[in-house]
C-alpha cells in the first residue's frame, strides 16, 4: 500500500507560479500512475493531471498549456508546475495513486490519496 503526501501548496498572486510535489511512504511509486485532482469549496473534486509509470500525462482542458505534470524515478516523487496561475485555481490539491498501466482521469480509479495541500490565488 502506497500513501502519497502533498506538499508545496501557498499563498500566491495571480500570474505567479507554484510547484507542488508528491512522494510517498510505503512502497514505490515506480509502477504507479500518479494524478492531481483539486477541490475548490462547495465544488466536486476534479481532474487536473495524470501520469503514467512510462511518462505519458493527461491534463484537464482548463489547466492545458499552463501545468506540467512530471515524476523524478530517483527522488521517487511526483510534481505539478503550476504557471501563470489564476484565482479559479483556488483549491485543496490532492494526489493520488493507483497500480495500473493506464492513466486515468477519473476519480474513483485512484486508490491511494493524499490528505490535500492549500493552494491560494490572490486577484
Known amino acids: 500500500q502506497v500513501q502519497p503526501v502533498e506538499s508545496g501548496g501557498g499563498l500566491v498572486q495571480a500570474g505567479g507560479s507554484l510547484r507542488l510535489s508528491c512522494a510517498a511512504s510505503g512502497r514505490t511509486l515506480s509502477r504507479y500512475a500518479m494524478g492531481w485532482f483539486r477541490q475548490a469549496p462547495g465544488k466536486e473534486r476534479a481532474f487536473v493531471a495524470a501520469?503514467?509509470?512510462?511518462?505519458?500525462?493527461r491534463y484537464a482542458d482548463s489547466v492545458k498549456g499552463r501545468f506540467t505534470i512530471s515524476r523524478d524515478s530517483a527522488k521517487d516523487t511526483v510534481y505539478l508546475q503550476m504557471n501563470s496561475l489564476k484565482p479559479e485555481d483556488t483549491a485543496v490539491y490532492y494526489c493520488a495513486a493507483t497500480y495500473s498501466i493506464v492513466v486515468p482521469t477519473i476519480r474513483g480509479a485512484y486508490d491511494y490519496w493524499g490528505l490535500g495541500t492549500q493552494v491560494t490565488v490572490s486577484a
Open positions: 501520469i503514467g509509470w512510462s511518462g505519458s500525462s
